[in-house]
């Protein structure tokens, strides 16, 4: 499970969306700069999101943006700095491929976004939803955490099963919090412990006085 960073779509959106509307009088040195970002941007976004439809037309909006600004920045600075005087108009065979990349892009990620997979998912209470994914154990104290990391590894579990509504597997995960807990004690108590086998928790009350090394406790 990845976190999501839905701004990133607006500023691919202030990235890209203006060059549909860019004219053809424009030259290299108003727009190198620009657009070069607008291919990062574009770029970025494939890197960090499973996106499949729209991947063939944002290569070939990547593919003529590049016709016009190399994608490596100090080939671009070189164009830049080797640009004759008077400069030239990039012009009409330039600048449509990109317009209607731009619009053939927009359309298909709109319908790529429209049926993807992205949820809001529900706080739990006063809970944040970050803290029940990653880190539930938080809400235990350290000394816990510290002594029993399984116990720690398992709270984290039933947290996320608890903030996706699988009640169950939650109940799970806090019994098998609470029995690594238990095979601890155990083992300090007695100074034994026991076989895999023998593991549960009726085991654990009743072999070698433990039970009656609890009730004194208790």
Known sequence: ???????????????????????????????????????????????????????????????????????????AIKKYQALPDPEEELGWALINPIRQAVGKFETILAAELSSSDTYWVSPKGTNKTSMLIRSAHSMLPSSITNDFPEAAADFDEAGRCWLFDTYTAAGFHLMRATESVIREYYKEVTGNELQKKYRYWGAYLTNGGFNNEVQRVC
């Not at 574009?42 to 037309?57: G, M, T």
């Not at 590049?66 to 080939?75: A, H, R, T």
């Open 1 to 75: 499970m990845q976190r999501v960073n839905e701004f990133q779509f607006y500023e691919l959106a202030i990235a890209i969306h203006h060059l549909s509307t860019i004219s053809e009088q424009a030259k290299y040195s108003d727009v190198w700069l620009d657009w070069g970002n607008s291919a990062q941007a574009l770029n970025r976004i494939f890197q960090e999101r499973a996106l499949e439809f729209c991947f063939v037309a944002a290569n070939e909006l990547y593919g003529a943006i590049g016709n016009v600004v190399p994608s490596d920045f100090g080939e």
